[in-house]
């Protein structure tokens, strides 16, 4: 029988469980099974907590062409700690008739054997009980590490270096992060900023351009300040998003780690940044007809609206592309938001919401959304994931050691609720009962267009409708509608 070899560990530190010695036991129960490996999946440094893992996915996807006809693993741990994604990777394997082996353990068809069924989850409960246990012994010792204020690990913030598994000054990023905050307490915009920096070569810890968001989240940054802070957030569990709930284990030391910024200067720039954001918030803003809608034909960025006022007192609104506001690495030209504006709405006009157009846009459209609603039956698919991932926690929960496996447990169930929720509201905005007739998409075509003429304030919505994308160049402006239609007109300052 062909067979293949699937081998994981997690963290370089092991070697009894090693690839080679996994591999040493999967070749010699092989021999004595008179199985034929044909291939080696391996992911080598890798969390058994998902199923996000290159070996294990090409694994997955080689056996649903049924290229073998049997999978041998050094033990369940290996291929999954997850209970969940360990039955979910069975019922798979049982979809398409393959079997599963292990070196040390007995995996047998629980269809017909209700005991092999109850061993072979206990041990995955077992094996999710051990990932729990170990990361909360490691964040007990990462606890006390922060209490000392060391570092933990990731990515030091700019400014700092770690030595000996400390923070020390690095003084050459440091100069530029007192630049960055007496700038700005001088009124001084992130833009030219982000500028200065680029000119003095100053990236960042992973060789970036620092952005406007890199400014905005360094003067947020209270490190900067001397105070140390450790795991504000619960961000994950098991590898999967927890929503950022505050962590009742956080640390945060006052004179934590050595400081650049006096904390007087941090305490103005905060005071700075939150009157600047009340005021921006009570200001009246220029409504951007455009905004989500218009793309960068050089570097594919979005753009975004921007009113600039002249020391006379007179504003002009331009659409800018992001990355030259933010990154300064794109020089696509500025274009003037109200001509871009009357433009596209003048297009909308005549090539879509348009009398004489009527029959050509409502053919289009119906052709456009037989596309549209195939994608129903790949969301179909993942509620259908999500809904027996969810049924397997109901049934595996009551077998946990512990209470509070269980409940851990029980919260990734929440988790997959939360997302099924979110894909069936995709679902009913994807697909409708029965589709619209051509004759119905016009009488839609007919209310939009007196709609567009009797009240101009629908326009946006409009536009969002009907509108696709405008891409801009220097050299044109393209305009893509839902109707399939495309314009092309000058481009720049038009």
Not at 130 to 156: C, E, M, N
Not at 316 to 339: F, H, Q
Not at 365 to 388: F, Q
Not at 471 to 494: A, L, M, P, R, W
């Amino acid at each position: 029988m062909n067979a293949v070899a699937y081998c994981r560990y997690s963290t370089n530190n092991q070697t009894e469980n090693s690839i080679m010695y996994q591999l040493n036991a999967i070749n010699e129960y092989c021999s004595k099974h008179d199985l034929n490996v044909i291939n080696i999946y391996t992911d080598e440094a890798m969390s058994g907590t998902n199923t996000d893992r290159n070996g294990l996915q090409r694994l997955i996807a080689d056996a649903k062409t049924q290229q073998f006809k049997a999978i041998v693993i050094y033990d369940q741990s290996r291929l999954s700690r997850n209970i969940v994604d360990w039955f979910t990777f069975r019922d798979m394997l049982r979809q398409y008739d393959i079997s599963i082996f292990s070196c040390t353990e007995t995996i047998e068809n629980y269809d017909d054997n209700s005991s092999s069924f109850l061993s072979e989850g206990i041990r995955a409960l077992f094996n999710q009980q051990y990932v729990l246990d170990a990361r909360r012994k490691t964040i007990a010792g990462q606890t006390s590490k922060a209490k000392q204020g060391a570092f933990l690990g990731g990515t030091p913030p700019l400014g700092y270096d770690i030595v000996n598994g400390a923070y020390v000054i690095n003084e050459f990023e440091a100069d530029a992060i007192r630049f960055i905050f007496e700038s700005y307490l001088c009124g001084t915009g992130y833009g030219t900023i982000v500028s200065e920096l680029k000119n003095r070569g100053l990236k960042s810890k992973h060789g970036a351009i620092i952005s406007t968001n890199a400014i905005h989240y360094i003067l947020k940054n209270e490190r900067y300040a001397g105070v140390y802070s450790w795991n504000n957030v619960q961000q994950k569990y098991l590898r999967k998003f927890a929503g950022n709930k505050p962590n009742p284990n956080a640390v945060r030391l006052e004179d934590g780690m050595p400081a650049i910024i006096e904390k007087q200067k941090f305490e103005e720039v905060k005071r700075r940044m939150t009157n600047n954001k009340n005021r921006a918030a009570n200001s009246a803003k220029r409504e951007y007809l455009l905004s989500g809608i218009v793309k960068c034909g050089k570097c594919e960025g979005s753009f975004v609206g921007v009113t600039k006022t002249n020391p006379k007192g007179y504003e002009t609104s331009y659409y800018v592309c992001s990355n030259k506001r933010r990154l300064k690495n794109c020089d696509c030209k500025n274009i003037n938001a109200g001509e871009l504006e009357v433009l596209v709405v003048m297009v909308m006009k005549r090539e879509i919401l348009n009398q004489e157009n009527i029959e050509r846009i409502a053919d289009q459209i119906l052709e456009g959304l037989k596309t549209y609603k195939g994608d129903t039956a790949k969301v179909k698919r993942e509620i259908a994931s999500l809904d027996h991932k969810i049924m397997k926690i109901k049934e595996y929960a009551p077998l946990a050691p512990t209470k509070e496996t269980a409940m851990l447990i029980m919260e990734q169930a929440d988790v997959h609720r939360k997302q099924k929720a979110a894909l069936e509201l995709q679902l009913r905005d994807f697909q409708q009962t029965t589709p619209p007739t051509k004759s119905e998409i016009i009488d839609i075509l007919m209310k939009d267009i007196a709609e567009l003429q009797n009240d101009p304030k629908k326009i946006k919505e409009l536009l969002k409708k009907y509108v696709v994308n405008v891409k801009i160049t220097d050299e044109y402006v393209e305009i893509n509608s839902i109707g399939d239609v495309t314009f092309n007109g000058c481009g720049g300052q038009i």
